[in-house]
């Protein structure tokens, strides 16, 4: 882990920047297209594959599969302007996928079968050697939202205690319910998915920006992982960026729920530093636990139970959510995003998550090529 910091950086609100990894699909038949280089080519071309160095965000790339690519947003303090960038880089994925005979879709998963093809990288060929048939059926997508942090410390310090609210984060964004041509039974499969590789889920207490290095260290030093950048925990400190990344999200089909998730990130990092900050102890949950409680958000959704993160009791899934807010309320009345917070989790609630819209779909269309063509229109 690099250290990117200066006490001069410092902001009253912290910046908030998403990833969103979309699949490249046919326009006629939904079936995924192996047209990431062709579409890259394409975006480049326009001059949207660049970021100029040091800076975070703003462009279209590469991803594990040549059915997908990634896109990223700058760092914004305004969730309003957020979501502009949010749009608009889904926009430019899509004029590039559209040159390409393609749509871009916003699912966690392909709803039909794929045989992935790996993107043409070294890194990625080596990690397709290595890991076998979990690195070649990977093909999943996920909404990464980084959030500006002041120190390796007060990232440690947060993520040491935000640990037990990451699960809701799953719940409300959960994309996925299907996997290889059939529904799954879960909310989120990706959450499922990315359970096979080694180096995947909940961190323990670490306490330090030090101890965080040395874990990494460890785990690199036992040979599985290719690298540092292969730590597919829950939630991590960036390599690249001053912030802490927050991983569990699948990438969602309304760009409206993905700015939610980067609101709740956001004031999860900001209650977590606090706390850190005024010396409060992490709950010194087992990871174990957290592992259940992130099975049970990726099968339910919002739709079931949730596991309290204060007591570690299965609760219904609107009173958790509820508690979230109950406990970041502080952080996003501060940001002024409290009521943009409230309005998005009602939303969610009424409507469903965008896996409830895509069953919802397959059940109208009857038919799962249809299906996520028109998902594909909705993204």
């Known amino acids: 882990m690099k250290s990117h910091y200066s006490s001069s950086?410092?902001?009253?609100v912290r910046t908030v920047g998403v990833e969103e990894e979309l699949l490249l699909v046919d326009a006629?038949?939904?079936?995924?297209?192996?047209?990431?280089?062709?579409?890259?080519?394409?975006?480049?071309?326009?001059?949207?594959?660049?970021?100029?160095?040091?800076?975070?965000?703003?462009?279209?790339?590469?991803?594990?599969?040549?059915?997908?690519?990634?896109?990223?947003?700058?760092?914004e303090e305004y969730l309003g302007i957020l979501e502009q960038d949010l749009r608009r880089w889904r926009d430019k994925a899509r004029a590039a996928a559209s040159e390409a005979g393609a749509?871009?879709?916003?699912?966690?998963?392909?709803?039909?079968?794929?045989?992935?093809?790996?993107f043409d990288d070294e890194r990625y060929a080596a990690m397709a050697e290595r890991f076998g048939l979990t690195a070649s059926e990977q093909l999943t997508?996920?909404?990464?939202?980084?959030?500006?942090?002041?120190?390796?410390?007060?990232?440690?310090?947060?993520?040491?205690?935000?640990?037990?609210?990451?699960?809701?984060?799953?719940?409300v964004s959960a994309?996925?319910?299907?996997?290889?041509?059939?529904d799954s039974g879960y909310a989120s499969y990706?959450?499922?998915?990315?359970?096979?590789?080694?180096?995947?889920?909940?961190?323990?207490?670490?306490?330090?920006?030090?101890?965080?290095?040395?874990?990494?260290?460890l785990l690199v030093d036992t040979g599985v992982p290719l690298d540092e950048g292969m730590a597919y925990f829950d939630a991590r400190p960036s390599r690249n960026y001053p912030t802490l990344e927050i991983r569990v999200a699948d990438v969602c089909l309304d760009p409206r729920d993905a700015v939610l998730v980067a609101a709740l990130a956001r004031a999860l990092v900001e209650t977590g530093a606090r706390e850190w900050a005024e010396g409060r102890p992490p709950d010194p949950v087992p990871v174990a636990v957290l592992r259940l409680a992130m099975?049970?958000?990726?099968?339910?959704?919002?739709?079931?139970?949730?596991?309290?993160?204060?007591?570690?009791?299965?609760?219904?899934?609107?009173?958790?959510?509820?508690?979230l807010l109950e406990h970041i309320g502080p952080a996003l009345r501060?940001?002024?995003?409290?009521?943009?917070?409230?309005?998005?989790?009602?939303?969610i609630f009424t409507g469903g998550t965008g896996s409830t819209t895509q069953r919802r779909i397959h059940d109208e269309e009857g038919r799962l090529d249809r299906a996520v063509v028109r998902l594909a229109e909705l993204t």
């Open 103 to 118: 749509l871009i879709l916003a699912s966690g998963t392909t709803p039909l079968p794929v045989w992935p093809q790996t």
């Open 295 to 323: 099975w049970q958000a990726g099968r339910h959704g919002i739709t079931g139970d949730l596991i309290d993160p204060r007591c570690h009791r299965p609760r219904p899934a609107r009173e958790v959510v509820e508690l």
């Open 9 to 12: 950086t410092h902001h009253q």
């Open 175 to 182: 994309n996925s319910p299907f996997w290889q041509g059939g």
């Open 334 to 347: 501060d940001t002024g995003d409290l009521a943009r917070a409230e309005k998005g989790i009602g939303r």
């Open 141 to 171: 997508c996920g909404c990464h939202v980084h959030v500006s942090v002041e120190s390796d410390d007060e990232a440690v310090g947060a993520l040491d205690r935000i640990r037990a609210w990451l699960p809701v984060l799953l719940a």
């Open 190 to 217: 990706r959450s499922q998915v990315m359970t096979r590789w080694p180096t995947n889920g909940p961190t323990e207490i670490f306490g330090s920006g030090q101890a965080y290095v040395d874990h990494l260290r």
């Open 28 to 75: 006629e038949t939904g079936a995924p297209r192996s047209v990431a280089s062709e579409v890259l080519r394409v975006a480049r071309r326009h001059g949207d594959t660049e970021v100029a160095a040091g800076e975070a965000g703003g462009s279209v790339g590469p991803e594990l599969q040549e059915q997908q690519v990634e896109t990223d947003t700058p760092a």
